[in-house]
């Protein structure tokens, strides 16, 4: 038995993969991965495997950094937790004066919490505490976009809208309004990007304008809608949100957990539209995809709100263990410490044009409808008719097809159902973005040849898409 076989069912006795129909593992090998060098990782019988998705977004420099190993290393002797209530370090108050200084002006304070999805939980309740602490409890509802994904904890869950994700637990999930996205993939023809965002404000705008009483905040995922099948849209519907809220007085979110630094070839999407949202959520990449942590900023009139003396009950209660690790604020500051020095933003952008040179040829493909790409993340749609866009049925799993054959090539491709993407590490070079390219190539020639029977029943999930 090789070590890889061994150490597969050793885990198969005992764990319960996230994001995963375990009795799929019956067929397809779990891959057990011994260590990791940059861009790659490597299993137990050595073989070697390019991390093309960053290990779910959160691999910025590649693993085992050297910078950011010596840092957690160097604070681990001085100090590896203590509560946040009450306390601080060092770690998390230089944290917080970079974060601070690198986010759009206004953004004055920073919350804390263990993941993406708890960030996310902590910028809903903090809008809905803080119209119910400024004498407007009515304020209480939340509008999200058609096809976001904001997480997977209750509250993250409703102002989500992937089927895959949610549709189960609507029981448990708050009513909210949800508002048909700008997804430019779905532009009439003939339309630009620009021209199709402005248009499909409407939909927010007649939202506002008749609920706005009782709405708290707008969230969206800014340009690129990550897990709902990396669709993207035009900055100037950020521009036009931010002004359209300030007009109704409803508090704007900006869930950049996927798309923060530097993924969208920027430092941070709200960047490309020029403005601030009252809340800005950060995880992922903040640690360079090291340990959890997620960051809440927001701007210091929210925070005023909150101020008060203890009997007021005016204060913001929540909490995390976790919250403000000092090991993982030290890989964050090494994190940003390699942004400021090493010029990333604009390395990366000869690192995109290469992707996007790279698979170019692919827009010709007769079941590719179309590449399109923001910054560092690219995405390859495959489509059952490429005339009419029709997509595969979702029983027939086109994506998985694609991510096996890359990992029998040497690549971590996990595709969104037909949407084959590139969100890899920014220490990736050209050559290998080549290699990537030609994995996926080939990948998609196997996956849209093969003719696959499958029985598709009617009604339930219809817009299920397989994570992979």
């Not at 102002?159 to 700008?182: E, I, M, N, Q, W």
């Not at 990550?226 to 931010?242: D, I, N």
């Not at 403005?275 to 009139?301: E, H, N, Q, W």
């Amino acid at each position: 038995m090789s070590l890889n076989d061994s150490w597969m069912q050793r885990d198969l006795a005992v764990l319960w993969h996230p994001c995963t129909q375990m009795k799929d593992h019956e067929q397809l090998p779990l891959i057990p991965i011994r260590r990791g060098e940059g861009v790659w990782l490597e299993d137990f019988d050595g073989k070697r495997y390019l991390d093309a998705v960053s290990s779910w977004w959160v691999n910025v420099f590649g693993h085992a950094n050297p910078r950011i190993n010596q840092r957690i290393k160097d604070q681990v002797d001085q100090l590896e937790h203590v509560m946040l209530a009450g306390f601080s370090h060092q770690p998390v108050v230089e944290l917080s004066e970079r974060l601070v200084a690198l986010t759009p002006a206004g953004l004055e304070r920073v919350f804390y919490t263990d993941n993406g999805s708890t960030g996310i939980e902590v910028a809903l309740k903090m809008s809905f505490h803080y119209w119910r602490n400024s004498g407007r409890p009515e304020k209480q509802r939340f509008v999200t976009l058609s096809n976001s994904y904001h997480g997977e904890t209750v509250a993250a869950m409703s102002v989500g809208d992937v089927a895959l994700f949610t549709d189960t637990y609507k029981p448990l999930l708050l009513d909210t309004f949800k508002v048909p996205s700008p997804d430019c993939y779905l532009r009439p023809e003939g339309m630009g990007w620009e021209e199709h965002s402005r248009a499909m404000f409407a939909y927010m705008e007649r939202t506002l304008a008749e609920y706005h009483r009782e709405i708290a905040a707008v969230i969206v995922e800014p340009l690129i809608q990550g897990a709902g099948g990396m669709r993207m849209y035009h900055p100037v519907y950020l521009k036009l949100l931010r002004e359209a809220c300030d007009r109704y007085e409803v508090h704007l979110i900006h869930d950049e957990i996927a798309v923060g630094f530097g993924r969208t070839g920027t430092m941070f999407a709200c960047e490309q539209a020029g403005i601030t949202p009252d809340f800005l959520c950060l995880s992922k990449a903040l640690t360079g995809g090291y340990l959890p942590m997620a960051a809440v900023l927001t701007t210091d009139r929210l925070y005023q709100a909150f101020y008060d003396d203890y009997s007021t009950l005016r204060a913001f209660l929540h909490s995390h263990t976790y919250t403000g690790n000092p090991l993982a604020c030290a890989a964050a500051l090494a994190t940003l410490d390699i942004f400021a020095e090493d010029n990333v933003i604009e390395a990366n952008k000869a690192l995109a044009a290469r992707m996007a040179s790279a698979t170019a040829h692919l827009a010709e493909h007769p079941q590719v409808a179309e590449v399109r790409q923001t910054g560092m993340a690219l995405a390859i749609e495959m489509v059952q008719d490429k005339a009419s866009r029709t997509p595969y049925p979702w029983q027939e799993r086109r994506g998985l097809k694609v991510y096996q054959h890359a990992l029998e090539r040497g690549a971590l491709l996990r595709p969104l159902g037909s949407v084959v993407y590139f969100l890899p590490p920014y220490c990736i070079t050209g050559e290998q973005i080549d290699f990537l390219a030609e994995v996926a190539s080939e990948g998609i020639d196997i996956a849209t040849r093969e003719t696959v029977s499958v029985a598709v029943p009617a009604g339930r999930y219809p817009g299920f898409r397989d994570p992979g």
